[in-house]
């Protein structure tokens, strides 16, 4: 797995903090890591974005790269409009991918939001970005009420467009979960129609560093590089 393309089932589900355990694991195993962010938003110019976290988290040995950065917490075209600059364009993320490919183990590429968030004005998204350059796609969904009916969508919108969706991974998996949250574990599988590869669990982004690191394995699936064996961990 050269590229592997990261999304949400929407905000706040823990896809900054997945992509950190992914590199943090990768690294961990000697792999030469690069992490992208074709768009961020809602940071202002010289504040720590989510390339910075993942770097925080996963160490400094990891790439990152930020594409283009827009102040107002919107949705990438959306901000770019209102700040009055280029949006980013899938072919322009490609290229960025590919020419760290042709010097890292592994990219990881994170999205904003969830698969179809729109970048530009043309209704271009993360699922293009995925489409021209053949990588897999991880979604990482929230644990509780509600994710099944987000997660399904976002399966069926990577089958209609032919994309491989590699798993699902619970971005936050809380230290005290109710009903549904445990019988999510059996039921995401099912409404993704790709397997559970994983539970980062609540708060990880705020431990130290070292520990994130030596944790992360535990949170993710053989397929990903980790040791999980499908018990949940806090």
């Given at each position: 797995?050269?590229?592997?393309?990261?999304?949400?089932?929407?905000?706040?589900?823990?896809?900054?903090?997945?992509?950190?355990?992914?590199?943090?694991?990768?690294?961990?195993?000697?792999?030469?890591?690069?992490?992208?962010?074709?768009?961020?938003?809602?940071?202002?110019?010289?504040?720590?974005?989510?390339?910075?976290?993942?770097?925080?988290?996963?160490?400094?040995?990891?790439?990152?790269?930020?594409?283009?950065?827009?102040?107002?917490?919107?949705?990438?075209?959306?901000?770019?409009?209102?700040?009055?600059?280029?949006?980013?364009?899938?072919?322009?993320?490609?290229?960025?991918?590919?020419?760290?490919?042709?010097?890292?183990?592994?990219?990881?590429?994170?999205?904003?939001?969830?698969?179809?968030?729109?970048?530009?004005?043309?209704?271009?998204?993360?699922?293009?970005?995925?489409?021209?350059?053949?990588?897999?796609?991880?979604?990482?969904?929230?644990?509780?009420?509600?994710?099944?009916?987000?997660?399904?969508?976002?399966?069926?919108?990577?089958?209609?467009r032919d994309l491989h969706q590699a798993?699902?991974?619970?971005?936050?998996?809380?230290?005290?979960?109710?009903?549904?949250?445990?019988?999510?574990?059996?039921?995401?599988?099912?409404?993704?129609?790709?397997?559970?590869?994983?539970?980062?669990?609540?708060?990880?982004?705020?431990?130290?560093?070292?520990?994130?690191?030596?944790?992360?394995?535990?949170?993710?699936?053989?397929?990903?590089?980790?040791?999980?064996?499908?018990?949940?961990?806090?």
């Amino acid at each position: 797995m050269g590229v592997l393309v990261v999304t949400g089932t929407g905000t706040e589900v823990g896809k900054t903090v997945t992509t950190a355990a992914l590199a943090a694991v990768a690294a961990r195993a000697c792999r030469s890591v690069a992490v992208l962010k074709p768009a961020q938003t809602g940071v202002a110019p010289g504040e720590p974005g989510d390339v910075d976290e993942v770097l925080r988290l996963a160490g400094n040995a990891v790439t990152g790269v930020e594409l283009a950065r827009y102040p107002e917490p919107l949705a990438p075209g959306t901000a770019a409009a209102r700040a009055g600059l280029a949006p980013v364009r899938p072919r322009q993320v490609a290229d960025a991918v590919e020419k760290l490919a042709a010097s890292h183990d592994l990219v990881l590429v994170e999205g904003a939001g969830g698969l179809l968030v729109r970048f530009d004005e043309e209704g271009a998204t993360l699922a293009d970005v995925a489409g021209l350059l053949g990588a897999p796609v991880l979604v990482v969904a929230a644990a509780g009420l509600g994710t099944l009916n987000s997660v399904q969508l976002t399966g069926e919108a990577l089958r209609a467009r032919d994309l491989h969706q590699a798993g699902v991974v619970i971005g936050s998996w809380p230290h005290d979960p109710g009903l549904a949250e445990r019988c999510n574990v059996a039921d995401l599988p099912v409404a993704a129609g790709a397997e559970l590869l994983g539970a980062v669990p609540e708060g990880a982004g705020a431990l130290p560093s070292g520990e994130f690191r030596a944790r992360a394995e535990r949170w993710l699936a053989p397929s990903l590089g980790g040791a999980w064996d499908g018990h949940l961990v806090t």
